[in-house]
């Protein structure tokens, strides 16, 4: 199973969550139930990637081609806990900060 680079790190500015949806359910009593509609939860970030270099970009370019659509390993830098993730997004882009800098994100969910 393929890991997700180390370098460069994202941003302070990324975001972490957990996501565990439940099911809702109301009857014409006025009464609701709640139950959780999974019995685990699915991690999910949002890596943002500020004012990194050319070559660091097109490494995780190279790793979203090469994994889009497969499961693969990622730990995070705060957290230290490994899950296994796939891509939440269908494109990678680059917003060119200088001639040899851009910035980019990636969204990840756990499966």
Known sequence: MAVFPTTPLPRVNSTRAKRLPSIRTESEGGYGQTRKQFTK?????KLNFDNISTAEYLTLEAFFL???GT????THPIEG????????????????TDFERCSTSIELIGV
Do not use: C, G, K, L
């Open 41 to 45: 939860m699915r991690p999910m970030y």
């Open 66 to 68: 090469a994994n889009q």
């Open 71 to 74: 499961i693969f390993t990622y």
């Open 81 to 96: 806990v490994a899950y296994d993730v796939m891509f939440n997004q269908d494109e990678i882009s680059a917003t060119d």
